[in-house]
């Protein structure tokens, strides 16, 4: 088995389409070397969903460590309400890790701009209440959420622009202030700018994800994306910054543990 020095930073584990081979993914995982993962949340039910997938991990106490979030998605940002932030509040006070993911979506504006960032809004202000870590998923929108992002006041630590694929200057202005970016299974495509992007990012604030089930990186590109295939993502950020797999796996592991307040890993004590 390989050891366990990667880090899946975000991924929906409890989405249906792993439900019929959820314990297999799992040990494909784990023999990856994948021990640690992200379980985000897109809305309470999700959320919920997460945090009974976790409690059972952690009963059986033989797989990859499991984190869980909860937020709202900003495709369904019109279902907020006060219902809705009860709901977050009380899975927050129930252990989640981070708050999220949330954020902006204006290429497929499937809720309206203004309810979005209201939604958001809120949502980072419950983090700021509770000193939590923001998971932000922003497409289209890369002013807009810097915008709402500083004027919540939140510690740039403690946000991550989740699978980025917004602009050189959304980046800069990111890097600038202080906040993660995490980059998926897109560095490996072609059409994808990693060369122009992933350099830019201080090696202090890089994490790796899958965001399975979607985004399969290459080779695995058009296959239902899983946990283990983010060894993929990190050899080709290993690449691109010069070093190799294992000291960019160890890196961005160490980079996921600080953000999700896990603690301290053997390499940053040492």
């Given amino acids: 088995m390989a050891p366990s020095r990667l880090f899946d930073s975000h991924c929906h584990l409890q989405d249906p389409a ?3 081979d959820r314990g297999d993914v799992l040990a494909r995982a784990l023999e990856a070397g994948v021990g640690e993962i992200a379980v985000i949340a897109s809305d309470p039910g999700s959320a919920e969903a997460a945090r009974n997938l976790v409690a059972g991990s952690e009963a059986e106490g033989d797989g990859p460590l499991l984190v869980w979030t909860a937020g709202l998605h900003p495709h369904v940002a019109e279902r907020w309400s006060e219902g809705t932030r009860r709901e977050l509040e009380a899975l927050l006070e129930a252990g989640a890790a981070a708050v999220g993911e ?7 504006d499937h809720s309206p701009r203004d309810v979005q960032r209201d939604a958001f809004a809120e949502q980072l202000a419950l983090a700021v209440a509770r000193d939590l870590p923001v998971v932000v998923h922003s497409r289209d929108a890369d002013e807009d959420t810097l915008d709402l992002v500083e004027a919540s006041g939140i510690a740039p630590e403690r946000v991550v622009l989740h699978s980025f694929s917004g602009s050189v200057a959304m980046l800069e202005r990111a890097i600038e202030a202080g906040t993660y970016v995490s980059f998926s299974g897109m560095v490996t495509f072609r059409s994808f700018p990693a060369e122009t992007l992933v350099a830019k990012v201080p090696a202090g604030r890089l994490l790796a994800e899958t965001d399975a089930p979607y985004l399969a990186p290459v080779p695995h590109r058009g296959r239902r994306n899983e946990p283990a295939f983010v060894a993929e993502t990190i050899d080709r950020l290993a690449a691109l910054h010069g070093v190799d ?6 890196l961005t592991r160490a980079n996921a543990r600080r953000f999700y307040g896990l603690g301290e890993t053997a390499e940053q004590e040492g």
């Fill in 102 to 108: 949330t954020g902006l979506d204006f290429h497929y």
């Fill in 18 to 20: 792993f439900d019929d």
């Fill in 245 to 250: 797999g294992t000291a960019m796996g160890a």
